[in-house]
Each structure stands twice: as C-alpha cells, then as structure tokens.
C-alpha cells in the first residue's frame, strides 16, 4: 500500500534521502481497517482442542471417564443400601437374586431394589462395593496427579530456569530417584506406617488405610520426577528459543515472557505426562489391596474386592469379573484419553 | 572400548552402587522407624524375654551402629536371621524363594520379549491394515489389565472353568498359567515398543538406499532393520524386570508358587521385619542392576547415542 504511493512520486535529487512525505501521514480508517485480522486467531489450546474432538476414540473414552465419576459420585447419595451394612440371610446371592425374606417381603407387594451385582460372603451389596471401589480408584488416580503436576511443575521450573550449577545438582536427585524402585518403596512404607494408620486419631488417614496414604507419600516423593525432568527440558529450551529474545527485545518483561511463552509450551507436556500418571497411580493402589495393604475395611477397593473374590472363585466367579471388569475400563479408558491428549497436544511425537 | 565409554561405565556403576545404598538405607531406617518391635505383638513373653530376644537380634544399641552393622553384615551377604521362620537365616529363604522365581520370570521375560519384537515388527509391517488393527487392539487391552486381574482370570477359566491346566504351581505344568499371567503385560508393551521403533527405522534412508539397490525384503528386514529396532526393546529390560519382580508378588499368591514374591508377603503377613528388609533389598538391588545392563548394553549396541 505505502509502496504504491511511493512509486507514483518522481525520484527526487539522488543525493536526497528520498523520504516521500506520504508516507508519514497518520493512517485512514480504511487502511486501519485491513489490519484487522479477519478470522479469531486459533490458541493453542483451542487447536489442541479441535485436534482432540476429532478423535472419536479419546472421545469415548473421556466420555466414559464422566459417566463412571458420576456414577461413583452420586450413586452412593440415594443408593439404598451401603457398603457395611452385612445381612446373613443374603449371603453370597447372584446378580438379581433375592433372599428369602425378602422375597417373601416382596411377595407381600413390597418394592425391594435388586441386588443388581448380588451379595458377598457376608449378605453386603455387591454393586454398592464395587461403585465404591470405583470411587477411590478415581480418587486415587486424580489425587497422584496434582500431587505430581504441583511438585513436578515446582521443581523442574526451578531447575530450568536458574540452570547451571543449581540445574546439575537438581538433576542429579532426579537421577537417584528415577532409579528407586517406586513399587517396592511403596510396599515397605504401607508396612511399616500401618500400624501408626489404623491407630490415628486423624479420621481422615484412618480411614484411608496404610495403602492410600503410602501411596500419596511416596507420589509426593518419587513420582514427580519424568514430570520435574520434561518441565525442566521444556523451559531449558523456551529460555533460549528466538521468540522469546524478540519479545524481550520488544520490552516483554520476565512475568509476561513466562505467562505468554513458558506456560503454554509447558502445557502440553504436563497435561501429558499427568494423563499417563493416572492409570499408573490406580494400577498401584489396586495392587496394594490386592496385597492386603491398601484401604482400610470395610471400605472397599477394586483390588480388595479381587483379592476377596478368590477365595470362592469356583462358586461366585462374578465376585472376581465385577471389580476386575470396573478396573479395566477405567485404566483402558484413561490410557485412552491420555494417548488422544498426546496426539493432540504433540503432534511431533505422533507415530 | 574407548575412554568416553569407560568414564561412562564407571559413573554409571558409582550411580547404581548410590541407588542401591539408598535403598538400604530407606529400608533400613524406614523399618526402624516404627514403634512397635517385632516380638512386642506376640503373646505370652515377659519383658525379660523380649529384652533377651532384643539383645540377640542386636535391637538394643543404637540405630545407627546397628545400621552400620546392617550394612557390613550385607556385603558379607548376611541378612540376618528371620523371626518369622525360626531357625532359617534370611539369605537362605530368598535363595530358596530366588529359585523358583527366577524360572518363572526369566521365562516370562524371554517369551514377553520374543513375542513382542515378532508381533510389534509384524503390526509395523501391515502398518494399518488388519491384522496391525488386531494386534493394537489386543496390546492396548492387555497394558491396561493388572497383573492380579489377568492372573485370576486365567486361573478361572483355564484352570477353573476349563480344567486345562492346573491351578497350584507344585503341580506338574503349574508354572505355565504363572509364566503367561506375568508375559501378558510385557510382551504388549514390547509390541508397542517395537512397532513405532520399526515404523522409524523404515522411513530411514539407508532403508530406501537398500531397496534401491534392489535387496530383497526379507534381507532389508533382518539384516537392516531388526538390528536397528531392538535399542529401545533393551531399555526396557530394567522396567520390565520391576515389572516382573513386583507382579510375582501376586501371581506367585494366586497360583501358591513357593517364590519370592510370596514370601515377600508372608513375611508382612508375619511382621518378620528382618525379611522384609532383606526381601526388598534384595529386589531392588536386582532392578538396579538390571537397569544398569540396560543401559550400558543400548550404548554398546547404538555408539551413536551421546555419553552425557
């Protein structure tokens, strides 16, 4: 545009500066209306957004993920009956099976609600235990990752952006930790803090057993670290991109470069790296109560229910296939959703 | 062996002899951390007696000389005596325990790997094509089942329901459900592993250079890619092993294997705390070392590969 003008103007005295006066003139509202760009300029969440719609898998998956939540988060409100409540006289009942005195209560036109998963071995409903197992899986897994989003994104941006000697020794502990076998030291600390658990006046720690707060314990001290590492290598590699020198040659001050430029290119690798955290976290705790060192009874987790399942595996199979059915679309469905996040959030490392 | 590589070795081993003291030492201290001693649960024992028992053990003298003493007993390979079995000094209930285990997941870990090179190599070969389909399908099923709902499972149908196959690893062929229950999980991980490493290695252009020369399929197969897809296979070597080690716990319970893994939970069963020390220890120390194979064996196979 300010070319055109230019061209039109014979050349002046060729030692002159040759500045045409036109083009100093402050802009029509013609001209200042072709800089305003036509489409909304696409975030890079609303593209990683579009990207993860698209993906009919990730989709259903997270579908899924809501509707169990919200199963094992209201159910229990209006559920009419609960985890601990025993009944003798319906022990060990099939999926829609009715115990004898309740059939004859429903012979007398009473409206009894079906045991929709039976009982167990000591007349409790089933599907009760199992919406509760569900619960502290989610519960487990959602925990683990903002314990490690929080401590990962604290200790790595740190480390990224002091560098130097700070960075190295930082590493180093990453180093040692990332080589602790995690699973073992989450077994010897159920161990050895289970006594000091089921005896705490604290009744939410007593409540959630050895397992459930070794588990946090140890999330909280070994876990955080791939996170820590790739927050780290992330910001390592923002502070010294072009971009970021152009802005702060522009005048962008430190709070503005790291709002505008460190956050949003972490994202990715958080939102990421705590999607894989989650079915690792659950794996882990259902692992525990399979062992016997994960909630408290009578509270009820997936592996409990598994572990409990055995002992009548010929007779009651369906006692093993629930909770073992539950956890498996929870993790498959995470996994899931976690892989859809990573192609829409990383395009690079899609294969 | 060059210098660069030699320097690596050395802090790479300096790092896992750290790890591995660590270890000890969270073990140790975590364990003496608790209130309660070992013998105060059990019943009808006078103060006399626990103070005795105390004594033997070395439970009396300060944390940190027994810690020493601990540790000095260790590298002579004592782990001190168990207060679950009488009568049986730790080392040689791991080694017991040791042998069975390790049959069963040295076999696991052959088969996961094996299997999975095969079927990975395959899936990127029909890169989306069916039977690529069937065979992600089936991976991501499997990585997402843990191994005690893939253990009971087996052991309901093949052993249970069907009657293929017994049910208590003493028995003639009770080892085969516990090796396949504690494969599963690995060998999909390998697929999936082995799968996107092919896909890299064949977009390579000496791949497209060896095709051009007109090499058969076969040999581009064996002889240039296979070589170059197996690096992040052998990283995997260590995580595999903590897989197997810690998933034996629950297998060898399901199946009532006499391994290490079950004795790692009888002994929490039994508050036999010098077990558990040793137990884990012991565990560890083989994860660390497999890790530390690990990764010396992917720099001797890809030199490429930086020695940071």
């Keep these: 545009m300010t070319e055109k003008k230019a061209e039109g103007k014979k050349i002046k005295n060729l030692l002159s500066l040759q500045i045409d006066p036109a083009l100093f003139e402050t802009a029509s509202e013609e001209e200042k209306a072709q800089q305003v760009t036509m489409r909304e300029s696409v975030s890079f969440m609303k593209d990683a957004m579009r990207r993860l719609r698209k993906n009919k898998i990730a989709m259903i998956s997270l579908i899924i993920i809501v509707l169990v939540a919200l199963i094992a988060f209201i159910v229990p409100t209006f559920y009419p009956y609960t985890y601990t409540k025993q009944d003798v006289t319906a022990q060990n009942l099939g999926p829609f099976q009715y115990s004898a005195k309740e059939q004859a209560k429903i012979n007398k036109g009473q409206n009894i609600f079906p045991h929709i998963m039976g009982t167990d071995n000591l007349g409790r409903d089933y599907a009760i235990r199992v919406i509760y197992g569900t619960r502290i899986s989610l519960l487990v897994g959602i925990f683990s990752a903002l314990i490690v989003i929080v401590i990962g994104i604290i200790y790595g941006s740190i480390s990224g952006y002091f560098g130097g000697k700070v960075d190295m020794v930082m590493m180093r502990i990453v180093d040692i930790i990332y080589s602790l076998p995690d699973v073992l030291i989450v077994i010897l600390l159920s161990v050895a803090i289970k006594d000091w658990v089921s005896t705490s006046k604290n009744e939410l720690i007593s409540r959630l057993g050895a397992g459930m707060v070794s588990i946090f314990i140890v999330f909280g001290l070994l876990y955080w670290v791939s996170m820590a590492r790739q927050v780290r290598g992330q910001i390592l590699s923002i502070k010294e991109q072009e971009y970021v020198l152009a802005s702060k040659a522009i005048g962008a001050g430190p709070a503005r470069i790291i709002r505008k430029h460190m956050i949003p290119n972490c994202v990715s690798v958080i939102i990421i790296i705590a999607a894989m955290q989650i079915p690792s976290a659950i794996f882990t705790e259902s692992f525990l109560s399979f062992l016997g060192l994960g909630v408290s009874v009578p509270m009820p987790s997936l592996g409990s229910l598994a572990s409990d399942a055995r002992t009548s595996l010929r007779s009651y199979p369906y006692q093993l296939i629930f909770p073992a059915l539950s956890i498996f679309l929870i993790v498959l469905s995470f996994n899931l959703l976690g892989n859809g996040l990573r192609d829409a959030f990383d395009p690079k490392l899609r294969n | ?308």
């Excluded at chain 2, 998933?247 to 002994?267: A, Q």
Aim: no cysteine.
């Design chain 2, 1 to 308: 062996m060059n210098a660069k590589f030699l320097s690596y070795l050395v802090k790479r081993l300096l790092m896992a002899f750290l790890t591995i003291f660590l270890v000890i030492a969270i073990t140790f201290f975590v364990m003496h951390a608790i209130p309660a001693s070992p013998f105060s649960s059990e019943k009808a024992k006078s103060d006399a007696v626990i103070a005795a028992l105390e004594a033997k053990y070395g439970f009396d003298k300060p944390v940190t000389v027994q810690f020493w003493n601990y540790l000095v007993n260790i590298l002579h390979g004592d782990f001190g005596l168990s207060t679950g079995w009488v009568g049986n000094t730790v080392i040689d209930l791991i080694l017991g325990g040791f042998s069975y285990s390790a049959r069963i997941g040295f076999t696991a870990g052959i088969i996961a790997i094996v299997l999975g090179v095969i079927l990975g190599s395959i899936a990127a070969l029909q890169r989306d094509r069916f039977l690529d389909k069937i065979i992600q399908i089936i991976t991501t099923a499997l990585v997402s089942m843990p191994s005690f709902v893939m253990a009971t499972i087996l052991l309901l149908v093949f052993a249970l329901q069907l009657a293929w196959l017994p049910s208590l690893g003493n028995q003639p062929g009770g080892l085969i459900l516990p090796i396949i229950s504690l494969s599963l999980y690995p060998m999909a991980y390998v697929t999936k592993l082995q799968r996107s490493s092919m896909l890299d290695v064949l977009g390579q252009d000496y791949i497209r250079t060896a095709k051009a020369k007109g090499v058969k399929n076969s040999q581009i197969i064996f002889k240039h890619a296979l070589k170059n897809t197996l690096t992040p296979v052998i990283t995997y070597a260590g995580p595999m092993m903590a897989y197997i080690l810690t998933g034996s716990m629950v297998v060898e319970n399901i199946f009532s294997v006499p391994g290490l893994g079950r004795l790692f939970t009888n002994s929490m069963l039994r508050t036999d705390y010098m077990m558990i020390m040793g137990v884990t220890i012991f565990l560890a120390t083989m994860i660390i070392l497999m890790n530390f194979i690990g990764d010396i064996l992917y720099k001797v196979i890809d030199p490429r590969i930086d020695l940071g």
